[in-house]
């Protein structure tokens, strides 16, 4: 059974920092792409960043420069650093895993990350 577990998420000021974490179990995880969605309701989904099992980063514009996600294979384990947060990050955060090439097969449950004074 596959499963991808968020941590980390939660209220934080703007400009603070916030790490969150993703523990998979169930797939050979370093085959894996490893990305990290985020979604606020009424509006579409959206690719925050992507990590290649090659160690290849994709992020999107909205949060180059600020944000770092990163894997540890041997833990199984992915992190998106995020810094300078501001409140149009505040969303629900999705830890996702897919083969190259493909739509994620694999969503975790989701984490809050609400950015407010």
């Known amino acids: 059974q596959v499963q991808l577990v968020e941590s980390g998420g939660g209220l934080v000021q703007p400009g603070g920092s916030l790490r969150l974490s993703c523990a998979a179990s169930?797939?050979?995880?370093?085959?894996?792409?490893i990305g990290w969605y985020r979604q606020v309701p009424g509006k579409q989904r959206e690719l925050v960043a992507r990590?290649?099992?090659?160690?290849?980063?994709n992020y999107a514009e909205s949060v180059k420069d600020r944000f770092t996600i990163s894997r540890d294979d041997p833990k199984n384990t992915v992190y998106l650093q995020m810094n300078s947060l501001k409140p149009e990050d505040t969303a629900v955060y999705y830890c996702?895993?897919?083969?190259?090439?493909?739509?994620?097969?694999?969503w975790g449950q989701g984490t809050q990350v609400t950015v407010s004074s």
């Open positions: 169930g797939i050979a995880f370093s085959s894996y792409v």
């Open positions: 990590i290649f099992s090659t160690g290849i980063t």
């Open positions: 996702t895993a897919g083969l190259i090439g493909r739509e994620p097969d694999y």
